[in-house]
């Protein structure tokens, strides 16, 4: 009989890349997270000594704790915080479960970039459109839930980058850019080992749109159009890209799970 506050592989993986997924939590111990040095998408790595620090961190929200097996380490720790109220999970077979399992992903720790002051901090053009919203979703669904993003002039993203040690990105001549035919998304995508199904067909809609290729996907042409009409409805870039989190998030559920649905009107059309 599975424990009350135990989430299984299989469960945990629908949450991952939606609003609703929890904060995960990777408490291995360094030697068994040196071995395998990979994060499941989103999570963040916190000791498990430091109890008041992660409460702190998680701020009252539900979590699911792993650690190598799912066993000691994460089952007590998640106990521990359902004791303080929290909403705490475990997950089933740990980090060897997700590993083990199919269609599981698992970001590299290396490349993450740096943290700055506990968050990744990552900087581009103001004015965003495609790229620029396209790549800030991937990055809170799939890699940093509470990653800072900051919009400059065009002139000014390498010296901001510079002073407050941000990480550039979708501008000229920097590692998270265009590569080719491919756009920043698929940089993205590649560097942080995101292989999905679902993210490969979103990254098709969004190269089209970036690149003003809509032939490379129907839906194409409507995220142009749709980008372009946020843009000009929000002059604030930090608002927008709130509104835009909300598109790339159906736009997501789409493409994992609706791609088959259509629509027709009168829906009694053909029936007697």
């Known amino acids: 009989m599975p424990a009350p506050n135990e989430i299984t592989v299989s469960q945990l993986n629908r949450l991952i890349g ?109 004015r965003p459109k495609i790229d620029r919203i396209a790549c800030p979703w991937l990055i809170r669904r799939f890699v940093d839930p509470t990653a800072r993003f900051l919009f400059v002039s065009p002139s000014e993203v390498m010296g901001v980058a510079e002073r407050y040690g941000a990480t550039p990105f979708d501008v000229e001549d920097v590692h998270f850019s265009h590569r080719g035919e491919a756009c920043t998304f698929d940089a993205m995508l590649e560097e942080f080992q995101l292989t999905s199904p679902a993210l490969a067909d979103l990254a098709n809609v969004v190269r089209g749109a970036d690149t003003n290729r809509h032939d490379l996907h129907p839906a194409a042409a409507g995220l142009l159009a749709i980008s372009v009409g946020l843009s000009r409805q929000y002059r604030d870039d930090q608002a927008q890209l709130e509104a835009g989190m909300a598109l790339y998030d159906a736009l997501y559920r789409w493409a994992r799970d609706g791609q088959g649905e259509g629509h027709d009107w009168p829906s009694t059309k053909g029936q007697s």
């Open 18 to 126: 939606t609003p609703e997924c929890p904060q995960i939590v990777d408490i291995s111990i360094d030697p068994d997270f040196e071995a395998e040095p990979c994060l499941i998408p989103g999570s963040f790595r916190h000791p498990h000594t430091d109890i008041p620090g992660l409460m702190a961190r998680l701020n009252g929200t539900r979590c699911v704790i792993t650690c190598q097996k799912g066993i000691k380490l994460s089952q007590g720790l998640a106990a521990w915080l359902c004791s303080e109220g929290l909403r705490a999970e475990y997950l089933q077979g740990g980090i060897y479960g997700w590993r083990d399992a199919p269609d599981t992903m698992r970001v590299p720790f290396a490349a993450l970039p740096t943290p700055v002051a506990g968050n990744t901090l990552w900087v581009t053009r103001h």
